[in-house]
């Protein structure tokens, strides 16, 4: 999956499909979804251009002498849902992240055409090898936290939300939940 | 009197803090391997091949397993013929977490003021737990603790008459609700009794426990036991993309409490479950 995002190669995409990313991505988490929209409503201009692109929810480590990037794995998503659709709306395309979100969230996905992307939680020092460059691009004074664009290759995530409504994680769990009435 | 210099102290601490972020605890690491051969689901099955590989990566790498590198809780049993020399316990302790969370290149998570939230830029204050117990020695357990799997804890003050079964079922809601937030699998402390405070400290401490140690009554470790297979039959799985494996293990710890009550807390862990002990 080239990144920024084409919608056409959104449409093939399923709930559990193994997507690999290539290209530039944008960071920001808690801190940085408030400033942003603060940025916004006040009229001036977002720190990159939204249109197509791809938001990561990280606050990586720093990075040791030598590397681009610390550890740099994905953090809850659910924090970020109060500024989501309005980001969504702006013309992002993909976020990935981890865990479940709001009702009202996932139907903005579908939307605004955009997927809920999710990578695995606590695998920060794996997903680091993908990134191949990493740049401050706003509100440095938020430390981890800081808007950052990164250049990915390989970068491993699976399809969350669809387009088509399909929820991995209510189909996975389905799938494998024991009825009580058969526990020994 | 032992003497004890506040600089061994704050070594140890230090020490403590990058070791944990690097390396995976072994017991995890045959979890993970084990979990592999045990789970159905291929996509289950793919998280544990990551976590395993994670590990490998953060140790090769030297850098931390997971960007959340936690708020360094800390366990302190002070010997009470020890005498600290030169700074309190409190301040070795933070300038050791200061020092290793510095020299380690792990992320600094934690904010001056829960709500202005500026960063204190050094990851501290820890939250320390301190215990005098007999003898000339002090045993330090750091543990670093992320914020996502903090986040879907819980604690209910249960009414006696809802006995066994409410304590089960408060602990299986609690991680349904979390779903695939604290990113399973879990490793989940259970606090019985006690009071209001005590319960969620004796659910930390259950986390402490190596995962082949079961609650030494027979009681609480047959529960342990219903508890896990009940998370496990939610089918949450691997980060919740479905399967078998949710939790990795339930530790019970318990505590005698008042005649009105029945404290239950929930401290969920994630997968890397960092933590280490010393003794000085």
Redesign the interface.
Known sequence: MAAPVDEKQLLDLKA?D?VIINGTIYTARD?AHKRICEVINKGEKMPFDPEGQIIYY???????PG?VI????P??S?RMDKHTPFLLAKGIKAVVG???RSEEVKKSFMEHRAVYL?T???????I??YIRKAEIVAFEDL??EAVYRLEVEGF?A?VCYDLHGND??E????????D?SS?T | MREVHWEEISTAVSELCKNINYYINQDVLEAFKKGMGVEESPLGKKVFCQLIENAEAAAEEGIPLCQDTGLAVVFISLGQEVVIKGKSLTDAVNIGVAKGYGEGYLRKSVVKDPLNRVNTGDNTPAIIHTEIVPGDKIKITVSAKGGGSENMSALSMLPPSAGSEGIIDFVVDTVKKAGPNPCPPLLIGVGVGGNFELAPLLAKRALLRPLSEKNKDEFWSKMEEAILQKINNLGIGPQGFGGRITALKVSIETFPCHIASLPVAVNIDCHCHRHSTVEI
Do not use: C, D, I
């Open positions: 559990g193994e801190a990280v606050g990586p480590t720093p990075p040791p590397r610390g550890s740099a794995g953090t809850t659910y981890k865990g479940k999710v695995v939680g606590g695998a920060g020092a794996l680091s090898k430390g981890p491993p699976f991995l994680y189909e996975g769990q389905k799938k494998y939940r024991k009580e526990v």
